[in-house]
């Protein structure tokens, strides 16, 4: 047997909010303990008898909150534990218990198993208080969140919001910079200390960029930011983009978006990677953020066509994606370990393979080379092909194996030229050597597609440059000779072209 343990909330700060249900429990508890003192209720009780112990002294002992809320609710456990049968011990909190009180939400969970009887009782919430003084229906739309784990994803600007927990300037600057990530820098926000309170209630409003400039942050501030159903603030949202999509697709829509299939725009999303590709060669990122949006609209649009057959829907693939993430990273999200990136790797081959035991599929049945995709440009294709069939032994001891090959499908290639073989043939032995060349990439850690597209852009700028010097003297490379271009190439590459 032990006693019984009684949380009561204490209001949003003033005496007369509290229940006279309260005040007895209260005033007859075998102990009374309050999370903290620094509440204006506590200095009345006080005034009128009451002996308190409170736990402001682990936030000064403890790093975190967590390991804060974790002690008194082992502490309250313990003393319930030790109290005499039929005594009742009261753990009373700021505002109402089930409001933003990590240490009740843990007492619920572990009370039960210790045999602990536990009773909540109500108390008038600084949401009460905030819907008063701040002027607005909750039912209008309303979240509430806390301001040590904000982030964007959280803040819904259709929704008025209100933002606990904002103890001081620091945690006011950090809700600062995520608001001003949804929205413009001057939207006004109010400021709230100890609502309700008489004499101490101070509402501010204040552009979103002064918010960390506004004095007396505390126990019992918060930030209220009024709802907003302006189209422009949810443009930074997936949810509108999803929704954008589908309207254009839709009856009333885009005529030719809704004429679309997956075959149609097949094109537009090959298109789109090589101009992002582009975008990563010239190191633009302004240029970048507008391609990747286009490739991003290439997959909304595919994932909206099946959303409307009733298959999939793009959520469903970012669910997908997150969930191969996780799996597929068991040194980050699991027990296992990756010291460098190619144990990182090892572990992501190893846990594709169990992805695939998990299918059914088998894995004797299944080939080495299986998972290149078909249409793949074909220096990458061989390049990937060869590393594939490399991991299992099929590969040459060192890159001098490689170069004799490489002179090898040389030869054979001049001997197809030279005795004029037939196009099929020539065609096949350009490929071998293109193929062996591309294999040379893996002993010397170079992707041979990027190694190519640097030459072509080199390639591109002294061509450029050669058609440049000429143009000043008003002709064109149709008008000079391969001996004058020549010298203009090495002049291109003297200037670092």
């Not at 240029?287 to 829907?313: R, S, Y």
């Amino acid at each position: 047997m032990s006693a019984a343990l009684t949380v009561v909330g204490l209001g949003s700060g003033d005496a007369d909010q509290l229940t006279v249900g309260i005040i007895k429990k209260m005033k007859h508890a075998a102990t009374l303990y309050v999370r903290t003192l620094d509440h204006p209720v506590l200095n009345d009780l006080k005034q009128e008898g009451l002996e308190m112990t409170s736990f402001d002294a682990i936030y000064e002992a403890k790093d975190s909150f967590p390991e804060v809320y974790d002690e008194i609710a082992d502490r309250l456990i313990e003393a319930a534990r030790k109290g005499e049968p039929g005594t009742e011990i009261v753990y009373a909190v700021p505002g109402h218990p089930m409001v933003a009180e990590a240490s009740v939400r843990l007492l619920k969970e572990r009370c039960p198993q210790m045999g602990i009887s536990l009773r909540v009782m109500g108390g008038e919430s600084f949401l009460d208080e905030a819907f008063i003084r701040l002027g607005f229906d909750p039912i209008e739309g309303f979240q509430l969140l806390d301001a040590s784990s904000l982030n964007t994803e959280l803040v819904q600007p259709q929704l008025h919001t209100l933002i606990g927990q904002v103890y001081d300037v620091f945690t006011a600057s950090d809700v600062k910079l995520c608001l001003m990530d949804v929205y413009p820098d001057d939207y006004p926000v109010f400021v709230g200390h100890a609502l309700g309170v008489q004499g101490q209630e101070i509402i501010h409003k204040v552009p979103l960029h002064d918010l960390d400039r506004i004095e007396g942050y505390g126990n019992l501030s918060l930030i209220y930011v009024p709802k907003n159903t302006d189209d422009a603030l949810r443009r930074r949202s997936f949810a509108r983009l999803h929704e954008i999509v589908n309207i254009l697709r839709s009856p009333g829509g885009c005529p030719w978006d809704q004429e679309q299939t997956h075959q149609s725009i097949r094109k537009n999303l090959i298109e789109e990677t090589y101009e992002v590709i582009e975008t990563i060669d010239e190191d633009d990122p302004d240029h970048m953020k507008e391609e990747l949006g286009d490739l991003l609209l290439q997959i909304l649009l595919h994932a909206q066509m099946e959303e409307e057959v009733g298959t999939f829907n793009v959520y469903d693939v970012i669910e997908g994606l997150n969930d191969k993430l996780i799996f597929r990273h068991p040194h980050v999200f699991g027990e296992q370990q990756a010291e460098n990136a190619n144990e990182a790797l090892q572990n992501w081959e190893q846990m594709k393979a169990e992805e695939k035991k998990r299918k059914g599929q088998d894995l004797q049945q299944t080939s080495v080379l299986d998972g290149i995709p078909r249409d793949l440009p074909a220096l990458m294709k061989g390049y990937k092909l060869q590393k594939k069939a490399a991991k299992v032994g099929f590969d040459w001891d060192d890159v001098e194996g490689v170069f004799a090959k490489i002179e090898e499908e040389l030869a054979e290639l001049k001997e197809a030229v030279q005795h004029n073989q037939s196009a099929e043939e020539r065609k096949l032995e350009l490929g071998d050597l293109l193929f062996a060349a591309a294999n040379v990439a893996r002993f010397i850690d170079t992707d041979p597609e990027e190694a190519l597209a640097a030459t072509n852009r080199k390639f591109i700028q002294r061509f450029q440059y050669i058609e440049e010097r000429l143009r000043e003297q008003g002709r064109t490379p149709s008008d000079s000779n391969v001996d004058e271009m020549e010298q203009y190439w090495q002049a291109a590459k003297k200037v670092g072209l």
